[in-house]
């Protein structure tokens, strides 16, 4: 008793417009998307090369996390940097308090009077 056997498979075809002379054509899905993966040349039934130029969207989401992640990094350098400088700040205007000169590490009665005859340039800056 012989059998027979059937195999069906259902192909999605998806279309595209021919950048050259506008002929609408359709292509597998998988084509598609291997083509648009890759980069490489494929043709239009009137033989006209295609090519899909620019980022993938996975190489644009790829670029978009790293540009936040950098981000977020330098955001985090900021906030460090910004803290060492209240910290060195705080301890300048201590040691300026105690009449101590930030410039040269001396202490004065007078402290405002040294700096501007000892440093005039920083007294103006």
Same mark, same amino acid.
């Given at each position: 008793?012989?059998?027979? @056997?059937?195999?069906?498979?259902? $192909?999605?075809?998806?279309?595209?417009? #021919?950048?050259s #002379? !506008?002929?609408?054509?359709?292509?597998?899905?998988?084509f598609?998307s291997?083509?648009?993966?890759?980069? *490489? *040349?494929?043709?239009?039934? /009137? !033989?006209? !090369?295609?090519?899909?130029?620019g980022?993938?969207? %996975?190489?644009l989401? &790829?670029? +978009?996390?790293?540009? *936040? +992640?950098? +981000?977020?990094? /330098?955001?985090?350098? %900021?906030?460090?940097?910004? /803290?060492?400088?209240?910290?060195?700040? *705080?301890r300048? &205007?201590?040691?300026? &308090? %105690? !009449?101590?000169?930030?410039?040269? /590490?001396?202490?004065?009665?007078?402290? $405002?009077?040294?700096? @501007?005859? &000892?440093?005039?340039?920083?007294?103006?800056?």
């Amino acid at each position: 008793m012989a059998r027979d @056997h059937t195999i069906t498979e259902q $192909t999605v075809l998806v279309t595209e417009e #021919c950048c050259s #002379c !506008g002929v609408t054509f359709a292509m597998p899905e998988r084509f598609k998307s291997d083509r648009l993966a890759d980069k *490489r *040349r494929f043709y239009c039934p /009137n !033989g006209h !090369g295609q090519a899909y130029v620019g980022k993938t969207d %996975a190489e644009l989401r &790829k670029e +978009a996390e790293q540009a *936040r +992640a950098s +981000a977020e990094e /330098n955001a985090r350098i %900021a906030r460090i940097e910004a /803290n060492e400088a209240k910290k060195e700040l *705080r301890r300048l &205007k201590q040691r300026a &308090k %105690a !009449g101590a000169c930030p410039y040269c /590490n001396r202490s004065f009665v007078q402290l $405002t009077r040294h700096i @501007h005859t &000892k440093h005039p340039e920083e007294a103006h800056s």
